[in-house]
């Protein structure tokens, strides 16, 4: 199994072409065409071949290949709990209740050696 780079936004330019793994709030959602703000703000499109259940104002993973900076080809989207947020500064602007998240994935790209996970498609 290959390992997947969890990113955020500002991460894209680098990962370009790979598959990787992102968390973000959906801000709207047509079945195959989803808008998700990750975790530092940056909006991306994403697509998908299937419809993805997933409301406005919920918040997921998607697992996906990077076709550009701002657009992901879904392989796999996973609708995290409701009370998602609740755990992440629940008294600050939407934008900022994944920031906790963010400097999770920050602390964890400048330690690939500790924090690799295999995840499988």
Same mark, same amino acid.
């Given at each position: 199994m290959e390992s997947k780079a969890?990113?955020? +936004?500002? @991460?894209?330019p680098s990962v370009v072409g790979q598959e990787v793994v992102a968390?973000?709030?959906?801000?709207?959602?047509?079945? +195959?065409? @989803?808008?998700?703000?990750l975790s530092d703000g940056m909006n991306i499109n994403v697509t998908f071949t299937e419809m993805v259940d997933a409301m406005a104002g919920s918040h997921v993973e998607v697992l996906g290949r990077l076709s550009d900076t701002r657009t992901l080809s879904g392989l796999s989207c996973i609708q995290l709990s409701d009370d998602f947020d609740t755990y992440l500064n629940i008294d600050k602007p939407i934008c900022n209740k994944l920031q906790m998240y963010n400097d999770a994935i920050t602390v964890a790209?400048?330690?690939?050696?500790?924090?690799?996970q295999t995840i499988s498609a």
């Open positions: 969890r990113v955020f +936004g500002s @991460m894209l968390v973000g709030l959906v801000t709207s959602n047509e079945g +195959g065409q @989803m808008k998700l703000q790209s400048r330690y690939k050696t500790y924090f690799t």
